[in-house]
């Protein structure tokens, strides 16, 4: 942290120069500083990160020491009392152990490496964005200063005019040093909000230095520690071992928790010290080998040896109630988590300002600093969660700037505000077909109620009802004649917020507009269908005789629009659901859902009362099944080989490189987990990848084409 906030404050004083200067001038300025700045940016990475061999090394001998001291005893006492091998000898002589730890040394040592180098390469290449961002904004700028056209050819003849003042203006500047300075302001903002990349993932995400570092060494000093408990309890003769529990579990921990395993097998029972019977699982049965799963990524759970008819468990299962509250927790820390890196934003932003020599930005990044410091006081306070300062300290932030800040700053009062979103990344999209350019719903209108809502959704309806039964020659009544009506044709968002349900309309009202679905109603679950499906955030049923889909919303994941979005945006960065943006967090299950309102892969057409092209259904079955069989197969495969090649690296047998390949096979292949779950999640995940999703996909693609064969209007 305190290195990536250096480069940046260090850019911004290359920008406290050459303000006088014209913009090309300025340019030519700036660049032919490229190499000075390189130069003081490598002396920046190294004085920050040296020593780094000798600090990892010490690490992952403590976290072993403090992992296995209670292990090594235990399973010393073992020994003397007859229940484990006793020729394992002790843990300091173990040269399996010590194996480990240079294995993972030289890896860590690799890895901080591989950071140091994207650094630098991402510090060059955000000083070149910085300058141009400026050029682009100074040019912007004199050309509205330029051109005052009334028509279309006043103003072509004012753009040639503009032309041959700019190409004249290398000796002098044209909107003097206010311009360069809200240019140069709109640059500053941009670099320290998207900070310094340390990491570019196989799924394209940039982490920065500290996080990939902090997440790097905190899973290696796991995994040795893991590793080294796994290699003595093997030395000993035991394989069989019970997850611990901590609190704060992430999701695809939680449920393992107390669980008695073995990492070889599985399938029967042991018995404790006084006889008590456990299920043995296998590992397998667990989320292992996934990167958010158990021993993952992060992950703060370690395996306990139990040795069978000796061990008493020391971690029981959790119950319902403890799931609920550990999914609490978890959701809340990665809230702290979020508001934490606003405020370092804030305050890099504030010191890149002043670095920069510009008063009125520091003044306003100030401000920002007091407002993020002030939201996350009120999140701790609200929660109950202990604030952790330590994490809010930026490099150079320090009392002489804080009293400087506070100075700033007198008279302003932070205003309590909704947490703020990150802007995300461009999108990068498969080519999609264009909407028609006439719509055949009723244009969204943000409705400022639930009730309004209801009754512009209950019009979208009624104008798809009516289109789909023309489209397919059905033989049933008009909308119009509600009241003659076999099927319910309903918008009712229930007690949920205006904005969840101008969502809902917002959203498949826009694909209704360039597929033909059947799609009738949308209500909230009841309370019997909310205990239910607890789980889930919503479903899609259809009744084929009739030829009508209804989508119904759990009321519980909807309650408010924000959380939601910030659950979403959860399950997509663990890759449970599609990697989206987080402005499309929100849209994500709408999107998702109606999908499932074009087709319904596992329901059986027994009877039709309407006409409906029951061939064409059944053919756009036929061939999405045919793609998710060989999806699901080759992932499948391809998980397979990655937790084996993954295994064999550990254990020694094969390379880093091969398992990593493996690894970037089965990333591009899989479009999320869970649309490994079933065919119609297959589909629904793969039409959703595609229209909001900011990775391309073959399976998802061809799925796509599929849809857009049979169901685009």
Request: with cysteine; hydrophobic share 35%.
């Amino acid at each position: 942290m305190d290195c990536t906030a250096q480069l940046i404050i260090n850019i911004a004083q290359h920008f406290k120069t050459g303000r006088g200067l014209a913009t090309q001038a300025w340019e030519a300025l700036k660049l032919s500083e490229m190499g000075q700045l390189t130069n003081e940016s490598i002396e920046i990475i190294a004085a920050n990160t040296g020593q780094k061999a000798d600090a990892v090394r010490a690490a992952l001998q403590e976290g072993i020491k403090t992992s296995l001291a209670d292990e090594e005893t235990m399973l010393q006492n073992a020994a003397d009392k007859g229940y484990v091998k006793t020729t394992a000898g002790t843990l300091e002589t173990s040269q399996h152990v010590r194996d480990l730890v240079d294995a993972y040394v030289a890896q860590a040592e690799d890895d901080m490496n591989l950071v140091n180098t994207v650094m630098l390469q991402s510090t060059q290449n955000r000083y070149q964005m910085a300058i141009q961002q400026v050029v682009n904004a100074e040019e912007a700028a004199q050309i509205e200063a330029l051109t005052g056209a009334k028509n279309a050819a006043e103003l072509a003849a004012q753009m040639e005019k503009v032309q041959r003042t700019l190409n004249a203006a290398t000796g002098s500047t044209l909107l003097g040093n206010e311009a360069r300075t809200k240019a140069l302001r709109g640059a500053i903002a941009t670099l320290a909000n998207q900070g310094i990349t340390g990491f570019i993932d196989a799924g394209g995400h940039h982490w920065t230095p500290e996080a990939y570092i902090n997440m790097d060494i905190r899973t290696t000093v796991g995994n040795v520690a893991r590793q080294a408990q796994k290699t003595r309890a093997a030395e000993y003769g035991v394989d069989t071992f019970q997850v611990s529990r901590h609190a704060v579990a992430r999701p695809l921990c939680a449920p393992y928790q107390g669980w008695i395993c073995s990492w070889s097998g599985g399938g029967y029972t042991v018995e404790d010290l006084y006889g008590n019977q456990y299920q043995v699982h296998n590992i397998n049965e667990t989320s292992y080998g996934q990167p958010a799963g158990l021993f993952g990524i992060n992950c703060g759970h370690n395996p306990l040896t139990f040795v069978p008819g000796y061990s008493i468990p020391r971690a029981q299962e959790l119950t319902p109630e403890e799931e609920q509250e550990n999914a609490l927790q978890y959701a809340q820390s990665q809230q702290q988590r979020y508001l934490e890196r606003e405020v370092r934003h804030a305050k890099t932003e504030a010191l890149a300002y002043d670095a920069a020599g510009d008063k009125e930005g520091f003044v306003l990044a100030s401000q920002k600093v007091k407002q993020t410091q002030a939201d996350y006081a009120a999140f701790c306070k609200q929660t109950g969660r202990t604030p952790r300062t330590d994490r809010l300290q930026v490099y150079g932030y320090n009392r002489s700037v804080s009293s400087k800040a506070t100075a700033a700053t007198r008279g302003y009062k932070p205003q309590a505000a909704p947490v703020k979103a990150v802007k995300p990344a461009p999108v990068v999209k498969p080519d999609v077909p264009a909407a028609p350019v006439t719509s055949i719903v009723p244009p969204f209108v943000s409705a400022e109620t639930t009730k309004q809502a209801n009754e512009y959704g209950t019009q979208m309806l009624g104008r798809l009802y009516d289109e789909h039964t023309s489209k397919n020659g059905l033989n049933r009544v008009p909308f119009a004649d509600a009241n003659k009506l076999s099927a319910i044709v309903d918008a009712d968002y229930g007690k949920l917020p205006a904005d969840v349900a101008n969502t809902f309309n917002r959203v498949i009202g826009e694909l209704a507009t360039e597929y033909d679905t059947p799609l009738q109603t949308i209500r909230t679950m009841d309370r019997n269908e909310a205990r239910l499906y607890k789980d889930a955030f919503a479903f899609v049923s259809h009744q084929y005789p009739t030829d009508g889909a209804r989508m119904v919303i759990n009321p519980v994941k909807f309650r408010n629009l924000a959380d939601t979005a910030e659950r979403i945006m959860e399950l997509s960065e663990r890759g449970y659901a599609v990697k989206v943006a987080k402005d499309k967090a929100a849209e994500y299950v709408a999107t998702h859902e109606f999908a499932h309102t074009l087709l319904g892969l596992r329901g059986n057409i027994t009877q039709n009362f309407v006409g409906l092209d029951v061939a064409r259904i059944n053919a756009a079955r036929k061939e999405i099944n045919t793609i998710w069989t060989e999806y699901k197969s080759v992932v499948g495969d391809l998980r397979d080989q990655f937790k084996k090649a993954e295994n064999d690296y550990i254990m020694g047998t094969g390379t880093r490189e091969k398992a990593l390949e493996i690894k970037r096979q089965l990333d591009r292949a899989k479009i999320s987990n869970y649309s490994l779950s079933n065919e119609d999640e297959f589909m629904a995940e793969a039409f959703t990848n595609v229209r909001i999703g900011t990775a391309q996909n073959d399976y998802a693609d061809r799925v796509y084409a599929v849809i857009n064969k049979f169901f685009l209007r």
